[in-house]
Protein backbone atom coordinates (compact mmCIF):
# COMPACT_ATOMS: atom_id res chain seq x y z
CA UNK A 1 0.00 0.00 0.00
CA UNK A 2 1.01 3.48 -1.14
CA UNK A 3 0.83 6.59 1.28
CA UNK A 4 -2.93 7.88 0.33
CA UNK A 5 -1.57 11.53 -0.99
CA UNK A 6 1.14 9.96 -2.89
CA UNK A 7 -1.44 7.39 -4.32
CA UNK A 8 -3.63 10.58 -5.12
CA UNK A 9 -1.35 12.63 -6.98
CA UNK A 10 -0.02 9.52 -9.12
CA UNK A 11 -3.61 9.21 -10.04
CA UNK A 12 -4.12 12.98 -10.67
CA UNK A 13 -0.69 12.77 -12.90
CA UNK A 14 -2.57 10.27 -14.99
CA UNK A 15 -5.16 13.12 -16.07
CA UNK A 16 -2.68 15.65 -16.52
CA UNK A 17 -0.62 13.18 -19.44
CA UNK A 18 -3.81 13.01 -20.69
CA UNK A 19 -4.39 16.29 -20.56
CA UNK A 20 -0.63 16.84 -22.25
CA UNK A 21 -1.35 14.76 -24.91
CA UNK A 22 -4.66 16.21 -25.77
CA UNK A 23 -3.01 19.08 -25.83
CA UNK A 24 -0.24 18.21 -27.71
CA UNK A 25 -2.87 16.96 -30.18
CA UNK A 26 -4.26 19.95 -30.81
CA UNK A 27 -1.15 21.46 -31.36
CA UNK A 28 -0.63 19.03 -33.89
CA UNK A 29 -3.69 20.01 -36.00
CA UNK A 30 -2.99 23.34 -35.38
CA UNK A 31 0.67 22.40 -37.38
CA UNK A 32 -1.33 20.48 -40.14
CA UNK A 33 -4.01 23.58 -40.66
CA UNK A 34 -1.21 25.85 -41.26
CA UNK A 35 0.75 23.36 -43.67
CA UNK A 36 3.36 22.29 -41.60
CA UNK A 37 3.40 18.98 -41.57
CA UNK A 38 6.83 18.20 -39.84
CA UNK A 39 5.53 20.42 -36.56
CA UNK A 40 2.29 18.42 -36.68
CA UNK A 41 4.18 15.83 -36.95
CA UNK A 42 6.51 16.10 -34.33
CA UNK A 43 3.28 17.17 -31.96
CA UNK A 44 1.41 14.18 -33.12
CA UNK A 45 4.51 11.98 -31.46
CA UNK A 46 4.91 13.94 -28.26
CA UNK A 47 1.15 13.12 -27.80
CA UNK A 48 1.83 9.57 -28.20
CA UNK A 49 4.67 9.83 -25.44
CA UNK A 50 2.06 11.41 -23.20
CA UNK A 51 -0.56 9.10 -23.66
CA UNK A 52 2.37 6.54 -22.32
CA UNK A 53 3.72 8.29 -19.57
CA UNK A 54 0.10 8.13 -18.31
CA UNK A 55 -0.60 4.46 -19.01
CA UNK A 56 3.11 3.95 -16.99
CA UNK A 57 1.24 6.09 -13.93
CA UNK A 58 -1.89 3.40 -14.52
CA UNK A 59 0.62 0.35 -14.55
CA UNK A 60 2.34 1.81 -11.40
CA UNK A 61 -0.45 2.20 -9.00
CA UNK A 62 -2.08 -1.43 -10.84
CA UNK A 63 1.23 -3.08 -9.50
CA UNK A 64 1.12 -1.46 -6.22
CA UNK A 65 -2.29 -2.78 -5.46
CA UNK A 66 -3.87 0.68 -5.25
CA UNK A 67 -6.99 2.00 -7.02
CA UNK A 68 -7.34 4.16 -10.42
CA UNK A 69 -9.72 7.06 -10.42
CA UNK A 70 -9.58 8.63 -13.99
CA UNK A 71 -11.21 12.22 -13.64
CA UNK A 72 -12.67 14.05 -17.00
CA UNK A 73 -9.81 15.47 -18.92
CA UNK A 74 -10.25 19.21 -20.01
CA UNK A 75 -10.90 20.75 -23.19
CA UNK A 76 -7.27 22.04 -24.60
CA UNK A 77 -7.26 25.39 -22.99
CA UNK A 78 -4.45 27.32 -24.84
CA UNK A 79 -4.84 29.77 -27.22
CA UNK A 80 -3.23 28.97 -30.74
CA UNK A 81 -2.24 32.73 -31.98
CA UNK A 82 0.74 31.55 -34.15
CA UNK A 83 3.45 29.14 -35.15
CA UNK A 84 6.37 30.27 -32.62
CA UNK A 85 3.35 31.16 -29.67
CA UNK A 86 2.66 27.61 -29.99
CA UNK A 87 6.34 26.52 -29.28
CA UNK A 88 6.45 28.50 -26.19
CA UNK A 89 2.98 27.37 -24.62
CA UNK A 90 5.09 23.87 -25.45
CA UNK A 91 7.95 24.60 -22.97
CA UNK A 92 5.90 26.33 -20.48
CA UNK A 93 3.41 23.24 -20.49
CA UNK A 94 6.71 21.36 -20.12
CA UNK A 95 7.80 23.16 -17.32
CA UNK A 96 4.61 23.13 -15.53
CA UNK A 97 4.66 19.04 -15.88
CA UNK A 98 8.22 19.40 -14.52
CA UNK A 99 6.52 20.85 -11.59
CA UNK A 100 4.28 18.63 -11.18
CA UNK A 101 6.44 15.66 -11.37
CA UNK A 102 8.81 17.03 -8.20
CA UNK A 103 5.63 17.76 -6.41
CA UNK A 104 4.97 14.02 -6.51
CA UNK A 105 8.40 13.58 -5.59
CA UNK A 106 8.28 15.74 -2.84
CA UNK A 107 5.30 13.91 -0.98
CA UNK A 108 6.83 10.79 -1.76
CA UNK A 109 9.95 12.08 -0.25
CA UNK A 110 8.50 13.14 3.18
CA UNK A 111 6.80 9.91 3.76
CA UNK A 112 10.39 7.79 2.98
CA UNK A 113 8.68 6.23 -0.16
CA UNK A 114 12.10 4.96 -1.43
CA UNK A 115 9.87 2.66 -4.45
CA UNK A 116 7.75 5.62 -5.31
CA UNK A 117 11.00 7.97 -5.77
CA UNK A 118 12.72 5.80 -7.98
CA UNK A 119 9.47 4.88 -10.22
CA UNK A 120 9.48 8.71 -10.61
CA UNK A 121 13.49 9.18 -11.23
CA UNK A 122 12.65 8.17 -14.59
CA UNK A 123 10.27 10.86 -15.54
CA UNK A 124 12.40 13.50 -13.80
CA UNK A 125 14.92 12.91 -16.21
CA UNK A 126 12.09 12.55 -18.68
CA UNK A 127 10.88 15.96 -18.11
CA UNK A 128 14.87 17.17 -18.35
CA UNK A 129 14.77 15.95 -21.66
CA UNK A 130 11.54 17.15 -22.85
CA UNK A 131 12.18 20.87 -21.30
CA UNK A 132 15.25 20.64 -23.69
CA UNK A 133 13.52 19.36 -26.55
CA UNK A 134 10.69 22.29 -26.00
CA UNK A 135 13.33 25.17 -25.47
CA UNK A 136 15.36 24.17 -28.68
CA UNK A 137 12.30 24.52 -30.86
CA UNK A 138 11.72 28.35 -29.25
CA UNK A 139 15.16 28.83 -30.37
CA UNK A 140 15.01 26.97 -33.68
CA UNK A 141 11.77 28.88 -34.59
CA UNK A 142 13.34 32.42 -33.35
CA UNK A 143 16.86 31.48 -35.69
CA UNK A 144 14.87 29.90 -38.87
CA UNK A 145 11.35 30.56 -38.74
CA UNK A 146 11.13 33.91 -40.62
CA UNK A 147 12.86 32.33 -43.67
CA UNK A 148 10.87 30.80 -45.99
CA UNK A 149 13.75 28.53 -46.93
CA UNK A 150 14.89 27.67 -43.65
CA UNK A 151 11.59 27.10 -41.95
CA UNK A 152 10.94 24.18 -44.78
CA UNK A 153 13.72 22.51 -44.06
CA UNK A 154 13.42 22.78 -40.04
CA UNK A 155 9.84 21.66 -40.78
CA UNK A 156 11.56 18.43 -42.40
CA UNK A 157 13.68 17.75 -39.91
CA UNK A 158 10.43 17.57 -37.84
CA UNK A 159 8.66 15.51 -40.08
CA UNK A 160 11.48 12.76 -39.10
CA UNK A 161 10.58 12.08 -35.77
CA UNK A 162 9.47 8.91 -35.37
CA UNK A 163 7.05 7.54 -31.99
CA UNK A 164 9.53 4.97 -30.04
CA UNK A 165 7.90 3.28 -26.87
CA UNK A 166 9.08 4.67 -23.36
CA UNK A 167 12.11 3.08 -22.40
CA UNK A 168 10.80 2.58 -18.95
CA UNK A 169 9.23 -0.73 -18.59
CA UNK A 170 7.48 -1.34 -15.22
FE1 LIG B 1 4.63 13.64 -19.74
FE2 LIG B 1 5.79 15.94 -21.45
O1 LIG B 1 5.28 15.33 -19.77
Do not use: C
Not at 65 to 88: F, N, R, Y
Amino acid sequence: MLDTKVTELLNQQINKELYSAYLYLDFSNYYYDLGLEGFGNWYKVQAQEERDHAMLFVQYLQNNGEKIVLEAIDKPAVELTSAKAVLEEGLKHEQYVTSLIHGIYDAAYSVKDFRTMQFLDWFVKEQGEEETNADGLVKKFELFGDDPKSLYMLDSELGGRVYAAPSLVL
